[in-house]
């Protein structure tokens, strides 16, 4: 009896500290994005998988603001025109555009004119080129990357 009822007074414990407990441990947190140029040149599978093993993912790019984002930091970093891979692909059916980085459909989008334009029918893969517009071309192409990462920032109440 002495038993059963150290353990009920465990349990209630539990219940009642644990969202306390919660709250210490898990404060609010917000997710932030770092963009890492990768300045060796790689197929679009090497890339990938080379974000991967730092823990990180190829680049997705979801909104007109991350494309900027990313824009201006390959500008500061002094790679105009060059041609750098993302994550974008339609290698999972053929037809449909995807981010493998994060496995969200394409969306927002910035094709340069005329792209997609899958020249012999063999461009499964997306890089940023010219002027940071983007292009379908062969997965198999050698190309410059980003690897994204997230960065968990977590926000302590100070009052
Ligand atoms: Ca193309």
Redesign the pocket.
Known sequence: MEMKRSVIASILLFVLIGPIYGQMFYPKHAITKKYHLIKFAATWHGALSHCHSIGMHLVSISSQAENNRITKQLKDEGYGGGRIWTSGTRLSDDVTWEWMGNGKRMNFTDWGKG?????HNS?KCMEIYGSYKW???SCDRKNYFICEQDLIEYQYCTN
């Open positions: 792209q997609p334009s899958n020249d461009e292009n379908d071309c």
